[in-house]
């Protein structure tokens, strides 16, 4: 694959900084509690399946101190339409346990105290950071790796390797061009049927031949 020119990665990321400046998560949340279980509960879940599920949990378990006493089938039974359920009721509970107990009930807002809590591993810190601080980072899920590999910026084979690329590339502004590829793959980049009519960066496509009818 033709990789992305300095001057392209250039004007990439002044089209997407131009387009997507005040975008932000499409999560729904009140706090840095909510915001974190919300984050967990979308890792292979869509955005719009966790906020139809997590109005219901946050009614009942407000804060950490409720989610770290609340029964694990109840959890169970309010979050089984998303994806691996059963995992992430445990993670839950046991995250919230240990920002009882560890953190006195506040959720800690830096990577390395977030990767301690279960079921946060560094995308989740990541992205929990970037919405809820605006810290300058990178968080690759599947429709940022797809961006960065249609558009020649990555050519890496892990969503690990694709952040550190990506990081090295843009350097400033991460926050907002994590949220600015999040949103361009969700609804124009998408996996299948692509809406290149719409797209603002056409010419810098390395695979668009591929979608040639």
Do not use: W
């Not at 990178?138 to 550190?164: N, P």
């Not at 590829?181 to 009519?197: E, H, Q, S, T, W």
């Amino acid at each position: 694959m033709k990789k992305a020119t300095k001057k392209e990665i250039e004007t990439i990321k002044k089209r997407f900084l131009q387009r997507y400046s005040d975008a932000v998560t499409e999560l729904h949340y009140k706090n840095a509690y909510e915001l974190v279980v919300s984050v967990a509960l979308s890792a292979q879940c869509t955005d719009k399946r966790v906020n139809l599920i997590t109005p219901a949990l946050f009614e009942k378990y407000p804060s950490p101190q409720a989610l770290a006493e609340a029964d694990l089938d109840d959890v169970k039974k309010i979050i089984n339409s998303c994806s691996f359920f059963n995992n992430k009721a445990k993670n839950l509970i046991a995250m919230a346990q240990r920002v009882v107990t560890v953190y006195n009930g506040e959720i800690p807002m830096n990577e390395k105290d977030l990767q301690t809590l279960a079921g946060v591993g560094q995308k989740t810190a990541h992205v929990v950071m970037i919405e809820y601080t605006g810290a300058n980072l990178m968080a690759v899920d599947t429709h940022v790796f797809r961006v960065a590999h249609r558009l020649g910026l990555s050519d890496d084979k892990t969503a690990k390797a694709t952040e550190a690329t990506l990081v090295k590339k843009f350097t400033t502004d991460l926050h907002v061009l994590h949220q600015a590829m999040v949103l361009f793959g969700r609804y124009i980049c998408r996996a299948k049927n692509p809406k290149c009519d719409e797209c603002f960066l056409t010419e810098f496509c390395k695979t668009k031949e591929s979608f040639k009818v």
